[in-house]
């Protein structure tokens, strides 16, 4: 399957929506390098070592083990591996992997990042339709390096929710490249996006995924967030993504990707139009 490039494609279901994350996704590990088989063999023996532990631990059933085989079919039936994995556990590999960073701190890509938005030099308004719902935002700020010297030639990728929650590409009749694009900073390192504020993000919950939310008695929901994705030459790129003081589900995000130095306070506009706020992102070198 390839990734579709409309959606009209596309019912609003969770397994449409799973369908083209894992197509999506498909397409980048195609280019991904092997892993060596020493350490395939170390860590799956630990991950089974684990499962092992908690099927000791909590005296599984027959029943219980049916429920899990069945559920891990659904997952892929309804293409919500990325959904899930992104979820409930790439929080602790972004952990792990940048545990020495010193500069812009990350936090999860999540599912519905596609490359290759339309690009702008140093201020952009994101592809919108015409009245598209939410409080305008201006989101701006400074790419430096750690020392604070502004980077000429970085780029600044962003992605949002629309104020319903839903990512354009993945889900159906919203324009392509709707609330994503890509600035690249002139020698002043500086960034402009003219957007929309998104709205807390509710996983599919017609899926696999949202079957286990539904029957463990959690809940769906992601605070409001933005994505970014930020890299220049001689840095390490950062994904992260900002979130909104105050917002519904800050403090118990399904996804366990809040940290405070991610959470921006927006201020009424100097134009009267919507709110502004200003983030910069120091990069850690390569
Ligand atoms: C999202 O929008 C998201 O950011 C994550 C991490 C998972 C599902 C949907
Ligand atoms: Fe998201």
Known sequence: MTT??????LNPTAADSGRSATATFAQKERDAAPVDSARVSTVARAALAALHEVIREHQLTYAEYDALKAWL?????????PLFLDVFVEHVVEEVVHADRRGAVGTIEGPYYVPGSPEFAGEATLPM???EPGTP???????????????????????QADADGYYSRFAPGIPEWNLRGTIRTGADGRYTFHTIAPAPYQIPTDGATG???????????????????????????VTTQLYFDGGEHIADDVAQAVKPELILRPTPAASGNGVEVTYDFRLDPA
């Open 73 to 81: 079919i659904r997952v892929g039936d309804d293409g919500e591996w």
């Open 129 to 131: 339709r015409d009245g």
């Open 211 to 237: 079957a286990l939310i539904t029957a463990a008695g959690w809940h769906a929901w992601r605070p409001a967030h933005l994505h970014l994705k930020v890299t220049a030459s001689g840095t390490l790129p």
């Open 137 to 159: 935002l201006t989101f701006q700020g400074t790419v430096t390096d750690l020392d604070g010297t502004p980077v000429d030639g970085a780029v600044v990728d962003l992605w």
């Open 4 to 9: 579709p490039t409309t959606t009209s494609d």
